[in-house]
């Protein structure tokens, strides 16, 4: 299973301890120098330093030893939304010259689109044993098309079910998604990811520094 967080409890506990770890140790920095013991602050600052880049070397050292990934037709990705899991998989992938109808205004001239229909599903097996059968509201989603050469693209439209919508365990849904790529365009994969913060300094998340991704293969 491809999961952008696979350790979700303990990424995210480290998370908040290190937070916390933080907060007291500027709040005694503070303490200390007001109360005229200098030399405490700075040994008190000093710890704060070595928390911080004991942090730092995990979240990076963890990214250093990832893997990137490219999911054929219908494959999963799983995204943690900490008692659950939602995932998504592309279904089809279409090219046409023009904006089909059902995407709405007509461009200005004709080119290169390709339609991503990308599934979301609720995969009811990951859910805790207490948690029910109420509804999921996801966590927002950056989507983007990178060719062979680096370059990105957003979607310009889209149609069908929007990613935001609340979800049952089991149950699923099909966004369609319009990118226009330039005709030379190739080796061609889409990205889904979480929003940056707080997930990039999440140890061992997708979004986190240098971490692999996991992308969609797209063909062409």
Request: charged share 20%.
């Amino acid at each position: 299973m491809i999961v952008d967080l696979p350790l979700a409890p303990i990424s995210i506990l480290a998370f908040l301890g290190t937070c916390l770890f933080v907060v007291a140790m500027f709040g005694m920095i503070i303490y200390f120098q007001v109360s005229g013991r200098p030399q405490r602050a700075r040994k008190t600052l000093e710890i704060l330093a070595g928390g911080i880049a004991l942090y730092a070397v995990a979240l990076i050292g963890t990214s250093l030893f990832s893997k990137e990934y490219l999911l054929g037709r219908g494959a999963e990705k799983h995204f943690c939304e900490l008692d659950c899991h939602l995932a998504y998989s592309v279904t089809a992938v279409a090219q046409t010259p023009t904006v089909p109808t059902e995407f709405g205004a007509t461009p200005e001239k004709a080119g290169r689109y390709l339609i991503v229909t990308l599934r979301t599903r609720f995969d009811e097996t990951t859910i805790g044993a207490k948690r029910g059968d109420g509804l999921l509201y996801p966590n927002s989603r950056d989507v983007s098309l990178r060719d062979g050469s680096g370059k990105l693209y957003s979607p310009v439209a889209s149609t069908g079910a929007p990613l935001s919508q609340s979800v049952r365990p089991g149950q699923a849904y099909e966004t369609k998604l319009l990118f226009r790529v330039p005709e030379d365009a190739r080796e061609l994969k889409m990205f889904v990811s979480n929003t940056e913060w707080p997930n990039s300094f999440l140890i061992g998340h997708e979004n986190s520094p240098m971490h692999k991704k996991a992308y969609f293969d797209l063909g062409g």
